[in-house]
């Protein structure tokens, strides 16, 4: 049986098998890789952590604006009671309101503006919900569709190996550990097809007592410039 044609054989699957094997690998990468997702996660998370600090900040405007009122309140009693007499006291008490009162309105315009900063914080939250919500249906039908592609690759690997496995018992020990090591050489491909005069692995030309040998079923030549197994087909 020509050796070189099984070996030619051989060769065939293995390629496809490593295209497969690859490509697997390449999918398992694509699987585990989530990063279009995962930035949509930081930014909701950062949303909620804004608004977060948004409301505390709104809510401490709100106690400080209450206590400042508060104290006016006290004070404004404390003038109108009737209770202080004394004008040195009155007069103190009125400059006290009349800074509590500036005091006021700046924490207003602070809450404010807090109130604001609220308000575009949730708005931002909204919009990083939907966004994240929208990843995970882009990420969800990816995986639906990579894992599809992976299901049949996986049936295809299976098969390939079992030609692989039928195809071994006609090949020679010496000339399959040769094939081997040509594999590990010549990146994969130890077989060359022939293109006329041709070395369809590297392009180089062929002599012709080359071609005479690949084509003699008993014997196995080599490509001299590329050093792979020749077949004549």
């Not at 909620?48 to 709100?62: D, M």
């Not at 006016?72 to 800074?99: H, M």
Request: with cysteine; charged share 30%.
């Amino acid at each position: 049986m020509n050796q070189s044609s099984q070996l030619y054989k051989l060769q065939k699957i293995d390629t496809e098998l490593d295209q497969t094997t690859a490509r697997l690998a390449e999918l398992q990468q694509l699987l585990d890789a989530n990063e279009i997702l995962q930035q949509a996660e930081k930014k909701a998370e950062l949303a909620r952590s804004n608004l977060v600090k948004a409301r505390r900040t709104l809510q401490e405007c709100e106690e400080a604006v209450t206590a400042v009122r508060i104290k006016i309140n006290t004070s404004e009693s404390s003038l109108y009671g009737g209770k202080i007499r004394n004008p040195k006291e009155l007069q103190d008490l009125q400059t006290e309101i009349s800074a509590l009162k500036r005091r006021l309105a700046t924490l207003e315009d602070e809450q404010l503006e807090a109130m604001v900063s609220v308000e575009d914080a949730e708005k931002a939250q909204q919009h990083e919900i939907e966004e994240l919500t929208r990843a995970k249906g882009i990420y969800s039908s990816q995986q639906a569709s990579l894992l599809g592609e992976k299901s049949q690759l996986l049936k295809t690997e299976e098969k390939l190996k079992s030609f692989r496995g039928a195809a071994l018992p006609s090949i020679l020990p010496e000339n399959l550990d040769l094939y081997e090591r040509l594999r590990k050489q010549k990146r994969g491909v130890a077989v060359s097809g022939m293109d006329e005069s041709t070395c369809t692995a590297c392009g180089s030309s062929i002599r012709p007592a080359e071609r005479q040998a690949a084509r003699a079923p008993q014997s196995m030549a080599f490509c001299s410039s590329c050093g792979r197994i020749l077949y004549a087909g």
